[in-house]
């Protein structure tokens, strides 16, 4: 069933490629799900112990399903406050809710999530307890007859030891256990499908402002042609100053087609992870405003604290690191713990890389998180610095529309003065998207532990 579980993963993994999605593999630990109907030997008649294990699991699994299955409040926005978007649009809000509910990948991980926990292992304990008791009955019945040493006998006892496997997971928490690595597995896979569509959102914005700016440009430089081919005419410019230029205007025409052909392919990227109509004329809504009171709150070691207890990635490495332990002292003790012995060698160095690992993988996280963190706060002080710079443009335009209605002022100059305006505007615009991206990246990482957005 672990292999099950892997092809899963593989086959989310191929699906998710083209939006840069990573699925993690499989954990070497077996989640094997037992078969439905399995049993248990008579002289084990206690219930499986969950006393201790079920109860910390239970508020694990628990604790789980509201950080990782539960879309994110964006920015404060209660639950009971979603507003559906009209039809044809779309705002980052919903997104996250409109992936949930629409994407096929996610809904494929969630059924496969809910298998999982659907499952009553009090049923499976019994289940198993009563085959395995109808198995023994049948063993010793063809003991009895003389049997005992049957292919038939042989394959009754194969089958015994495989239930008694599965029910003394289930008795010591093994199977609950690995099967809450799997949830977390998949989750994390779900995530990274959100965060791609996030991601894709947020480059789409970015787009349609450069592209506003292109147009700007475009709008710009036929002034200026204009203006040129009057003056090659009164023989002020040359007839290759005036070609330069129209092959300027050419080239950046073709930019802008270019760029416009990607949005409307990206759009309907979006549209299929989101269940809209594939025709990629979707409407963006803004992107929300990250607050004042939203960046003080960022604390660095707190946050990196709660990161790193959220991570997968760190899981993974530290689950590998105890396994190389553990085979490296199971080595040690079947060769009566020789250090000669090039097996016990071997395990130890497969011990220590798996020790290197788990350090590097730590340190990259904190590498990482750290960078995010004095990132993002960088660029709180690049927009309050468009911001001024916009201030000062939109003076300067209010001066020179003042000289313009005086006569002193000619109207091309007017309109590079508004096109300044404009400019600074967008510097604004793209800061504000910069900061937006930076910070909910960084509050991916503080509630999922996922850093690769």
Do not use: C
Not at 252 to 262: A, D, R, W, Y
């Amino acid at each position: 069933m672990k292999q099950q579980w892997r092809i899963l993963l593989v086959t989310m993994a191929a699906a998710l490629s083209l939006l840069g999605v990573t699925v993690w593999a499989a954990d070497s630990t077996d989640a094997t799900q037992p078969p439905a109907a399995q049993a248990e030997t008579q002289e084990e008649q206690a219930a499986p112990d969950g006393s201790e294990t079920g109860e910390s699991q239970a508020a694990q699994e628990e604790t789980t399903e509201e950080t990782a299955q539960e879309p994110m409040e964006e920015w404060g926005q209660a639950e009971e406050e979603y507003i559906p978007d009209p039809v044809g649009s779309i705002t980052f809000e919903n997104l996250e809710r409109r992936l949930r509910e629409h994407n096929l990948a996610l809904l494929t991980l969630e059924e496969n999530i809910q298998a999982i926990e659907v499952i009553d292992y009090d049923v499976m304990y019994d289940t198993l307890r009563q085959n395995m008791n109808s198995i023994a009955s049948a063993q010793w019945t063809m003991i009895m007859y003389g049997m005992g040493e049957t292919p038939e006998a042989k394959a009754l006892q194969q089958s015994y030891d495989a239930l008694r496997e599965t029910f003394d997971a289930i008795k010591n928490g093994e199977l609950q256990e690995d099967n809450e690595d799997v949830l977390w597995q998949l989750r994390s896979a779900q995530n990274q499908i959100v965060m791609a569509g996030e991601s894709l959102y947020i480059a789409l914005v970015e787009m349609e402002q450069n592209q506003q700016a292109l147009e700007r440009s475009l709008a710009a430089l036929d002034r200026s042609l204009e203006e040129l081919e009057l003056r090659y005419e009164l023989g002020q410019v040359s007839s290759q100053t005036l070609k330069q230029t129209q092959a300027t205007r050419t080239s950046l025409l073709s930019s802008k087609q270019t760029l416009e052909s990607n949005i409307k392919n990206y759009k309907m990227q979006l549209e299929l992870m989101s269940g809209g109509e594939l025709n990629g004329t979707i409407q963006l809504g803004e992107l929300p405003q990250v607050t004042d009171q939203q960046l003080t709150e960022m604390n660095l070691e707190e946050d990196l604290a709660a990161a790193k207890a959220a991570s997968y990635d760190l899981y993974v490495a530290q689950q590998e690191r105890e396994e190389a332990q553990d085979n490296a002292r199971g080595q040690a003790g079947l060769y009566g713990y020789r250090e000669d012995r090039y097996e016990v060698q071997s395990a130890n160095h497969q011990w220590q890389a798996a020790q290197y690992n788990y350090d590097a993988t730590i340190q990259n996280f904190e590498i990482a998180f750290r960078t995010l963190y004095v990132q993002t706060k960088d660029f709180k002080q690049v927009l309050d610095a468009a911001k001024t710079a916009l201030a000062v443009e939109q003076d300067n335009y209010a001066v020179a529309q003042l000289k313009y209605e005086q006569g002193n002022l000619s109207q091309n100059d007017l309109l590079e003065a508004e096109d300044k305006v404009k400019e600074a505007q967008e510097a604004v615009d793209g800061a504000e998207n910069d900061l937006f991206s930076s910070y909910h990246t960084y509050r991916w990482a503080v509630e999922y532990g996922i850093l690769n957005g």
